[in-house]
């Protein structure tokens, strides 16, 4: 059995190692991102340098979530092989100390890695991503990321007809739509087209900012502010205009609730809500399939062949879920079977390498 002490200093290696591989990404990624907004949006009206810093840092926590399933699996990969290397493994082996022993503090490590993430750096993620969207739409013809994506569209009716309302982003619960557009449509045809820097949704009406509006064939006309009459409710606006990964994983379940309610899909909004619970379970996965690949003893040399097979394996995992994730967003699986599966196949996969390897 190991003891205590030994399994803290297990412990203690691979969160140092994973704090330094975390610090050392987002440094790149932050300098990442700095240049390809600097090169995409320098030339347009309003842009500097502390807009561009400003826009890269809140991005960061959105990239730095997606990047932790494969900096615990590097850090999993670089722990077991640096303890390989100094012979560590070999001497807790020969003191009768098995790998289901000595794995266990280092898969702790990467649940505690996971739950961080999904506590911690989610909501963070979740809020900066809304707020960047924000901040990037205050560059006038600057691309979001929603818009980068497919923009959504939704429809409302009213006495003066009908009116389809799209927008880079929904903040607040759909509450504020930054750079909406509103296509108003009298007699089966689009009357006028109104074009805002942000609407923001009041008791019966849409109050519009900066107000581009085009009528037939007249020339534009600016309008400071308007209202468009409207019977929209904030729920219905946030479940068909709020991107998933914009909603904390404490705030997923009220809106798993609310599109129910009003009889909509939230396909969407489980499949990122069970992704995220799924991912202290696939940090734990990752570490037995670095085991399954650095365990045994490697000679000068070897070590690059070794990392590069896990890399790939991981790669492999990341692809089937990010594969079969789309397949639960878009209602063709159960987005618990398809957050969970990759996870348990991947899982079941290192404990019957495990097995084979130290059982026969």
């Known amino acids: 059995m190991i003891g205590p002490t030994l399994g803290r200093y297990f ?12 610090i050392g990404v987002a440094a790149l990624v932050f300098i990442v991102s700095f240049t390809e907004i600097a090169g995409r949006s320098s030339e347009l009206e309003g842009y500097s340098v502390r807009w561009a810093l400003s826009l890269a840092a809140l991005q ?31 001497v807790a082996r020969a003191a009768g100390i098995s790998a289901w022993q000595f794995l266990t503090p280092i898969a702790f490590g990467a649940f505690i890695l996971g739950l961080l993430a999904v506590v911690v750096l989610n ?27 497919s923009q959504h569209w939704i429809k ?4 003066e007809g009908e009116t389809i309302i799209g927008a880079e982003a ?8 930054i750079r909406p557009v509103f296509l108003v449509i009298r007699e089966e045809r689009v009357a006028e087209r109104l074009d805002a820097a942000r609407a923001e949704l009041r008791d ?34 946030g479940q068909q205009l709020t ?39 696939l940090l734990i996965a990752l570490t037995l399939i670095a085991a399954t690949v650095s365990m045994r003893f490697t000679r000068m040399g070897q070590s690059a062949t070794v990392i590069l097979g896990g890399v790939f394996a991981g790669f ?11 397949f639960g967003s878009a209602g063709f699986v159960p987005p618990i079977a398809a957050a969970w599966t990759p996870v348990l196949v991947a899982m079941f996969f290192g404990v019957t390498f495990l097995l084979f390897k130290e059982d026969g």
């Not at 969160?15 to 975390?22: L, P, Q």
């Not at 929904?170 to 739509?177: D, M, Q």
């Open 316 to 326: 492999l995992l990341y692809v089937v879920s990010v594969l079969v994730r789309a």
């Open 60 to 90: 960061l926590p959105f990239i730095m979530l997606q990047a932790v399933p494969f900096i615990g699996l590097v850090a999993a990969i670089i722990t077991l092989i640096s303890l390989n290397r100094k012979y560590e493994l070999v």
């Open 204 to 237: 019966g009406y849409w109050e519009l900012l900066d107000v581009v509006r085009r009528q037939g064939r007249n020339p534009p006309e600016n309008i400071e502010t308007m209202r468009v009459p409207t019977g929209l409710r904030p729920e219905l606006v």
């Open 123 to 149: 909501p963070i993620a979740a809020r900066a991503f809304s707020t960047a969207q924000a901040v990037e739409a205050e560059v006038r013809g600057a691309r979001t990321a929603a818009e980068g994506q």
């Open 243 to 281: 991107q998933p990964e914009s909603v904390s994983v404490f705030a997923l379940p009220g809106m798993i609730e609310a599109a129910h309610a009003l009889g909509l899909s939230a396909n969407a909004f489980a499949m990122q809500f069970h992704s995220l619970l799924t991912l202290p379970p």
């Open 156 to 159: 409302q009716r009213s006495d």
């Open 11 to 22: 412990f203690r290696r691979y969160a140092g190692i994973t704090a330094w591989n975390f």
């Open 170 to 177: 929904a903040l607040e619960g759909g509450t504020v739509l």
